[in-house]
């Protein structure tokens, strides 16, 4: 991945800001993440975000695949969202909280990133409504149950340019998102399904030989 050669000093700005920040948002019940009724945005910032390494990998991957359009299932504060606009013509990204979207929606103003639009909502109610787009990048960071995993990746497959990539978040954070990884990647739909620990990565691309490789970045 190209992600040593990426650097947005500006965006990890906002992230300091947000690691000091002591305002509560009140959190909702949506996924298999935090139930505490409210939360700082500095803890949501430290436990929720992709990590600088890891965002910039995945802005690397964005980049190296020419990327256009994304699809990105779960905001949170907006900070991943901002690498991937700035290696994309669009990013499409939803949450359920609407006091999360807000905050990313100020930081994205913040940034001057204007190719985001942002869609508040549960992934399940918002997805069959999607407008009928050819993704080349999703990346589903958000409800991490492996059931949850399952569906959506059934309900996006289809909406996947010819060379787009589905990237999974988090497939070894519990037994049950494993089990859904393990099933995902005997699929006989994806060419080539690439284990990078902190995410799993399929595509159907048919120039690429049907392969499985592990990769730890
Ligand atoms: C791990 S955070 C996303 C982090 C973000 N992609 C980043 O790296 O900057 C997951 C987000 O998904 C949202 N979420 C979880 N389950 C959801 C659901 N069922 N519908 C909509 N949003 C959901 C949570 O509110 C949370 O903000």
Redesign the pocket.
């Known amino acids: 991945m190209r992600g040593a050669s990426i650097s947005w000093p500006e965006i990890e700005r906002e992230r300091s800001r947000l690691l000091k920040d002591q305002n509560e948002v009140p959190?909702?019940d949506?996924?298999?993440?935090s139930q505490s009724k409210a939360r700082t945005v500095a803890e949501?910032a430290q436990s929720?975000?992709?990590r600088p390494r890891?965002?910039r990998a995945l802005a690397g991957l964005a980049s190296y695949l020419e990327t256009a359009v994304v699809l990105?299932?779960?905001?949170?504060?907006?900070?991943?969202?901002a690498y991937l606009g700035k290696h994309a013509t669009s990013v499409t990204?939803?949450?359920?909280?609407p006091a999360?979207a807000g905050h990313a929606e100020d930081i994205w103003r913040r940034l001057n990133v204007q190719n985001v639009t942002s869609i508040v909502?549960?992934?399940?109610?918002?997805l069959p409504s999607l407008p009928p787009l050819q993704y080349d990048l999703i990346?589903i960071?958000?409800?991490?149950r492996g059931a949850?995993l399952m569906r959506y990746v059934n309900e996006l497959a289809p909406c996947l340019s010819e060379k787009g990539v589905i990237v999974c978040?988090?497939i070894h954070w519990s037994r049950d998102m494993e089990a859904a990884w393990d099933e995902l990647i005997q699929e006989n739909r994806w060419s080539l399904r690439v284990d990078f620990y902190e995410w799993g990565l399929l595509t159907a691309n048919p120039s690429l030989a049907r392969e499985f490789h592990r990769i730890r970045f």
């Open positions: 959190m909702l949506l996924g298999a993440g949501i929720a975000l992709k890891h965002a990105e299932l779960g905001t949170c504060l907006g900070i991943t969202t990204t939803i949450e359920g909280n999360l909502g549960d992934f399940d109610d918002v990346f960071d958000g409800n991490h949850a978040d988090d």
